[in-house]
Structure formats: structure tokens, C-alpha cells
């Protein structure tokens, strides 16, 4: 999941960047990341979360 979640995140900032630069959308990428940076922390964190774990307690079982 981590690396999935790596990827879909570079895909939707790259879109978008695209898109602002093709004047498409009329966005402000360093205001978004200013106002929504901590819900990258939280996505982040799920993902690690979900992510198969590859600690010694896992490795035993």
C-alpha cells in the first residue's frame, strides 16, 4: 500500500500541476499546500498504517 500510496500521490500532484500550467484550472498549488498540508500527514500515516509491516513479529508468524 505504501508504494501505491506514493504513486497515487505524485499522479494527482502532477495532474494538477499539468492542469494548472495548461490553464485549465485556475490553482494556487503552494496555497493548497499551505491550507491542506496536514491531511498529507494523515493520508500518509494511514497508508503506513495499512501497509504490510516487515518487523520481526510479523516475519515469525
Known amino acids: 500500500m505504501r508504494g501505491n500510496l506514493g504513486a497515487l500521490v505524485l499522479i494527482v500532484v ?5 492542469a494548472a ?3 485549465l484550472v485556475e490553482v494556487d498549488i503552494a496555497r493548497l499546500l499551505r491550507t491542506w ?4 500527514l494523515i493520508i500518509l500515516g494511514v497508508g503506513m498504517f495499512l501497509a504490510p ?5 510479523r516475519k515469525r508468524e
Open 53 to 57: 509491516g516487515t518487523d520481526d513479529r
Open 37 to 40: 498540508w496536514p491531511i498529507l
Open 14 to 18: 502532477g495532474c494538477l500541476a499539468l
Open 21 to 23: 500550467n495548461l490553464g
